[in-house]
């Protein structure tokens, strides 16, 4: 009988020759000076705020969210050709677009688009950053800052209504852990609460 660890080192195995795409953006001076983000088909999204963490931010999309990215990539031509718009604009962040582990090779650098799909793909990896910002920020207040986490539970209700928000799943351990804390304010235990029901139920947002 093949044993449990042999199929969870395959199923590893399967997930990092998988096809993936791959962001970077790199902004010295502004918070982060530099991040990435993988994302596979499988739908595994890996953040790192330097290019060789070992213990990235991991989170989860859907496969139709995977399927958004994958097609917006394709219609890119695999990053096989210019991105960069040549007009005159302020230096935004070096940014780069390309596929890893795939039968399309591409990589693709660029300051600022004007190409609709490469402000769309853009859009979603900025989005998946963001919300590691929200979580690595209530993780922080979670554990070291109980009276700040209101406030970053507001941050993030903005961020949610706002529709920045990625795989918001991600949040729920957080969430459930201050809601059965009553050494968190009443507020927090409640504002988290209506989060963690909102994220339970995405769907509902969506439709909205």
């Given at each position: 009988?093949?044993?449990?660890?042999?199929?969870?080192?395959?199923?590893?195995?399967?997930?990092?020759?998988?096809?993936?795409?791959?962001?970077?953006?790199?902004?010295?001076?502004?918070?982060?000076?530099?991040?990435?983000?993988?994302?596979?088909?499988?739908?595994?999204?890996?953040?790192?705020?330097?290019?060789?963490?070992?213990?990235?931010?991991?989170?989860?999309?859907?496969?139709?969210?995977?399927?958004?990215?994958?097609s917006l990539a394709a219609k890119l031509d695999w990053f096989g050709r210019p991105l960069e718009s040549g007009l005159k604009v302020a230096r935004m962040g070096d940014k780069t677009f390309r596929m890893e582990n795939s039968e399309h090779k591409g990589e693709v650098?660029?300051?600022?688009?004007m190409d609709e799909d490469g402000r769309a793909l853009q859009d979603w990896f900025e989005r998946i950053a963001e919300s590691a910002y929200h979580r690595i920020a209530l993780e922080r207040t979670v554990r070291f800052d109980k009276l700040g986490v209101n406030k970053t539970l507001l941050q993030l209700e903005a961020a949610w209504d706002r529709k920045r928000i990625v795989a918001p799943a991600q949040y729920l351990p957080l969430l459930d852990r201050v809601i059965k804390n009553e050494s968190y304010?009443?507020?927090?235990?409640?504002?988290?609460?209506?989060?963690?029901?909102?994220?339970?139920?995405?769907?509902?947002?969506?439709a909205e």
């Open positions: 009988m093949i044993s449990i660890l042999v199929l969870l080192s395959a199923g590893l195995s399967w997930a990092a020759d998988a096809p993936r795409l791959f962001y970077s953006k790199s902004f010295p001076g502004s918070a982060p000076p530099y991040m990435q983000i993988t994302v596979d088909k499988s739908g595994r999204v890996d953040y790192r705020e330097a290019p060789q963490e070992e213990d990235p931010l991991v989170a989860q999309l859907t496969a139709e969210e995977v399927e958004e990215l994958f650098k660029f300051n600022f688009t304010l009443h507020m927090a235990r409640d504002r988290a609460a209506a989060l963690a029901e909102a994220f339970r139920n995405p769907v509902k947002q969506k």
